[in-house]
């Protein structure tokens, strides 16, 4: 098995078939205008490609806002999709997200787990959240993905390809 099915294995599987709902949200972080930090936004613009999830709302933002704690209390399910620099991961991770609150909610780069808790705390609800991060490279000022960068979000979008049960229709789109 290779160490995308494994972290799969262990955080469980991530079925897009499970976002194709009102009550879910997918949510594209970064900024297409800073090469691989462009890989969330990619992502959606697969799925609205692809046709796939078409009942989900489906986001892109740049970066995470305090108010997104709002946006997911209205939600069951929701998933992150955003970049990484983190050498751990190989080419993609999913991970379940726990609600944390940390430091970084004074900062703009807030992170999932305390968007999780915020709305935990302020709203009493604890929506399913998942985290996607695709390994990127590049973060210079220029459009485009870098090459091993698009390999990893084609090898993502082929793993959930895999396990969905939307097979038939992400395969007219590949």
């Not at 787990?113 to 998942?130: G, H, N």
């Amino acid at each position: 098995m290779n160490k995308c099915a494994d972290v799969a294995a262990e955080h469980g599987v991530l079925n897009l078939a499970d976002y194709d709902h009102p009550s879910a949200l997918v949510y594209g972080i970064g900024n297409v205008g800073r090469q691989d930090d462009g890989l969330g936004w990619a992502f959606i613009d697969w799925l609205e490609h692809a046709a796939l999830c078409p009942q989900a709302e489906l986001l892109r933002h740049y970066q995470l806002h305090l108010e997104d704690a709002d946006l997911i209390s209205h939600k069951q399910r929701v998933l992150f999709v955003d970049a990484t620099k983190d050498s751990q991961v190989d080419t993609f991770r999913i991970e379940r997200v726990t609600p944390r609150m940390d430091f970084s909610f004074t900062s703009h780069a807030i992170s999932v787990a305390s968007i999780l808790a915020t709305c935990e705390q302020c709203f009493a609800r604890t929506p399913d959240v998942m985290l996607l991060t695709i390994r990127g490279y590049e973060w210079e000022l220029q459009e485009g993905l870098t090459p091993a960068a698009k390999n990893n979000l084609d090898a993502t979008r082929n793993h959930l390809i895999s396990i969905s049960s939307l097979t038939e229709p992400i395969r007219r789109y590949q």
